[in-house]
């Protein structure tokens, strides 16, 4: 009884929200433009949803790429950092230099270098970039995490570095990876989004591009509609993301 | 024949000052010896200066045993979460480039050994502290190591698995008679399960006497009862308490 409760609170608190956001429309005669009424909101989503369907799509598969790219590239240079502690000391600063540099800032750049006619290139490259950091620091961290025991026995059994890197450190940071990439897939939709903002009109027509649209057409409806698909988007992802973490820790600690 | 020598070794670490020295043991081939001491007084130290994972400062380390002739256990039972009992076992072997197959199966004639058949598959996360301390014996033994040091291995468990545990060790001692180190601050168990029982002043760790125990081993049953075994644990506890006055 109180699970079922527990689980349709969301739900009612939603409802509740929406009705007197019907009823403050109605009451108050608030223009469509400036605040539409719900109803008005779901006869956005229902009408035209192919072409909804595509955006999103379009916003999903960038990220996607994005996370796919931006998975082994981290993976890759998190590797070799964790070879040489020297090449760590050398990529440390830059590395955290290109993380605190907001997306925005840098899409401009990345536009230009993409080309005027491929701004789908520097999309992706934007949201691989956001995506890379938690992998990147997850992996770098997961590569020492190994018990020093362990790193001890391995010593003592004379490993040699590969073996040490394929059988023990990589194997330890799973934990570690799977946190990351949880982390970089919510990061890349976000990076998708704003890249696509800074990539202006036209060129990828996702989520962020029907939102700007429709904000140039005053269509607020259509605006919150997409609002509504991509904060659907990102708690599906999330909470796909999330049993995979679980069933990838339970494979690895077999429990 | 010395299995492995410490000659006036010492170790400094920096910013602690020095841990051990100067010290010296001689550790002959198929002897068991326990190295009794207060916290902090470098036993541990001892047991990674034998097993080569560290080097003194000063003296000299001689070891007869090569490259995987060595083994060690530690506190805890340091298996790989994401390996089988199996796999941790054979995990040594097949780093030594033994084939996996027959990695494999001295690995499961191994968890035979120290009681474990039937638990081949089971990650750590599902075995008890004592069988996954057990696993942890396994796959020291599965080289079948001249030199065997254990770092307070049973530190961890419960008073009746640790001497459950005690007993399989000699037994399995016994059998392949390797020499064995082990670290201890519990006398009992340094009596029960040494030949030889060393004991080491408070840090820096110099020996504060030497106890041979008398008796034959594996330790018949009742030995805990006997005078020999409550005389010499009455001078290994004088010479701990010995050892701890001097520096304080």
């Not at chain 1, 059994?157 to 890197?165: D, E, H, I």
């Not at chain 2, 130290?45 to 400062?57: C, I, Q």
Request: hydrophobic share 50%.
């Amino acid at each position: 009884m109180r699970r079922l409760l527990e689980a349709l609170a969301p739900f009612t608190l939603i409802t509740l929200l929406l009705v007197v956001w019907e009823a403050g429309c109605r009451i108050t005669g608030v223009p469509a433009y400036f605040l539409p009424p719900p109803s008005a909101v779901a006869v956005a989503l229902v009408t035209d949803p192919q072409s909804l369907i595509e955006a999103a799509w379009n916003t999903l598969s960038v990220a996607l790429v994005a996370l796919a790219i931006a998975s082994l590239s981290a993976l890759t240079i998190a590797m070799f950092v964790g070879l040489s502690p020297l090449l760590e000391k050398a990529v440390a600063p830059l590395a955290s230099t290109l993380q605190v540099t907001p997306v925005v800032a840098i899409a401009p750049l990345v536009l230009i270098w993409a080309g005027i006619d491929h701004p789908e290139r520097a999309v992706i490259a934007l949201a691989v970039l956001v995506a890379f950091f938690p992998i990147f620091s997850g992996a770098v961290t997961g590569l020492k995490s190994a018990d020093p025991d362990l790193e001890r026995l391995f010593d003592l059994y004379g490993a040699n570095r590969l073996q040490r890197v394929i059988r023990l450190r990589l194997p330890a940071s799973v934990p570690f990876l799977l946190e990351g990439h949880k982390v970089g897939a919510g990061l890349a939709i976000i990076g998708a989004v704003v890249a696509e903002f800074g990539a202006g009109s036209g060129g990828i027509r996702g989520l962020a591009w029907r939102i700007l649209d429709a904000s140039n057409k005053l269509q607020t409806a259509r605006m919150i509609a997409a609002l509504v698909v991509l904060g659907i988007m990102g708690v599906a992802l999330h909470a796909l993301l999330d049993r995979l973490e679980r069933a990838g820790m339970t494979w690895w600690r077999g429990r | 024949m010395s299995v492995a020598v410490l000659d006036r070794v010492e170790v400094d670490y920096p910013g602690r000052g020095r841990a051990l020295g100067p010290f010296s043991l001689n550790l002959a081939s198929g002897g068991i010896t326990a190295l009794v001491g207060p916290s902090g007084c470098g036993k541990s130290t001892a047991l990674r200066l034998l097993a080569g994972l560290e080097g003194p400062t000063r003296g000299t380390v001689q070891r007869a045993a090569g490259r995987g002739e060595t083994s060690v256990v530690f506190q805890a039972a340091t298996l790989a979460p994401w390996l089988t009992a199996e796999a941790n076992v054979a995990l040594p072997l097949e780093l030594s480039g033994m084939p996996r197959a027959e990695a494999r199966a001295k690995a499961v004639a191994a968890l035979g050994r120290v009681g474990l058949k039937g638990a081949e598959r089971a990650r750590p996360a599902q075995l008890s502290g004592g069988m996954a301390m057990r696993a942890s014996l396994a796959r020291a033994l599965v080289t079948e190591p001249r030199l065997l040091l254990l770092d307070e291995p049973f530190a961890a468990l419960d008073e009746i698995t640790r001497r459950t545990l005690a007993d399989d060790v000699l037994d399995l001692w016994a059998q392949t008679r390797p020499a064995i180190v082990f670290v201890t601050h519990n006398v009992e168990e340094a009596v029960y399960m040494a030949d030889r029982v060393v004991v080491i002043s408070r840090g820096p760790g110099t020996i504060a006497g030497e106890i041979r125990i008398d008796a034959p081993l594996p330790r018949p049953a009742g030995f805990r009862v006997t005078a020999t075994f409550r005389e010499a644990s009455e001078a290994v506890s004088s010479l701990l308490a010995k050892g701890s006055e001097v520096a304080a």
